[in-house]
Every structure is written in structure tokens, then in C-alpha cells.
């Protein structure tokens, strides 16, 4: 069993069983077995919504106990709490499976990672590239606009 904890405080237990895994398909119409393909993970690990869903499937008994209801159990995960959350499910997901599929979880979730670093990797090197800003000053240009360190001309500010 995993924890995670939301950015409320409160400090939720994953644990994935048969029963919670049914649970999860009744209630979200997800099929948390299909995760071994690698495209479920890269939905729930890219949409806090759906990340959500599942896990208040899954901790709906704790929930529940503690009084907590979908909605702030929703509220409680913002910020670094969806990756702790995301994190505690995959740990406990790869652990359900046998050893056999296990492993094979276990690459995907390495590979999903490794894809995700790399994409805002790709994403910071394009905001800190010179042509990018090149690009942006370009654009304002063709709205009469300046950017960057030179000042606007009189003539550019409206009203002069």
C-alpha cells in the first residue's frame, strides 16, 4: 500500500485489489489492467482530472470514513500533490501486477517518465531559445508593437 499526501494535509492510502480495481471500472469506466499498453498511463498521468476520478475510486472507503466527499477530495489535489498522488498509484499499480507483467509495468512506467522529462525538456530549451523570442518580437512588430530592451518610439505609443 502507497500513500500520497493532498494539499490539504490529509494523507490518503492507495491500495489496488481486485475489488478497488472494479471499483475504478464501475465508477470511471476505466480499465486500470489496460495499463501495461502505456496509453492509460499517459492519460491519467496528463489529466489530474482523470488521475482524480481514479483515485477517489480507490480511496472512496477511506473517503467516505474521513467525511471527505468527491468534491473536496478534488480540491485537495493541486500542485505537488498530484505528483505525489500520481506517483503513489503507479507504485501501487506496478505492485498489483504478478512478477511477469510486473516488470513489463514497470518499463512502461520508466519509459513514460523518461518521455514526459524529455518533453519539457524540449518545451524549456524552446522558451529559452533566442528564436523564440526572435518569433514573438517579430509578431508584435506586425501589430505596431515593440519588445525586448528597446524603447518604443513616440511615434509607436498611442495618443503621440
Known amino acids: 500500500m502507497k500513500t500520497f499526501q493532498d494539499s490539504a494535509g490529509r494523507t490518503w492510502s492507495v491500495a489496488l485489489n481486485v475489488d478497488a480495481i472494479k471499483r475504478v471500472r464501475t465508477l470511471c469506466e476505466v480499465d486500470l489492467l489496460e495499463a501495461a499498453g502505456g496509453k492509460l ?4 498521468t496528463t489529466d ?3 488521475l482524480c476520478d481514479v483515485l477517489f475510486a480507490v480511496c472512496r472507503d477511506e473517503a ?3 467525511g471527505v466527499s468527491d468534491v473536496e477530495f478534488g480540491k485537495g489535489l493541486s500542485g505537488d500533490a498530484i505528483d505525489g498522488a500520481t506517483t503513489a498509484l503507479l507504485e501501487e499499480l506496478v505492485s498489483f501486477f504478478p512478477k511477469g507483467r510486473r516488470g513489463v509495468l514497470e ?3 520508466r519509459k513514460l517518465g523518461t518521455l514526459q522529462a524529455r518533453v519539457i525538456q524540449a518545451a524549456e530549451a524552446r522558451l ?6 526572435r518569433e514573438m518580437e517579430q509578431a508584435l512588430a506586425g501589430y505596431g508593437l515593440s519588445f525586448g530592451n528597446s524603447p518604443a518610439s513616440s511615434e509607436s505609443i498611442p495618443g503621440n
Open 64 to 66: 467516505e470514513a474521513k
Open 41 to 44: 498511463l499517459d492519460r491519467i
Open 48 to 50: 489530474p482530472v482523470l
Open 107 to 109: 518499463k512502461v512506467v
Open 128 to 133: 529559452d531559445s533566442p528564436e523564440l523570442e
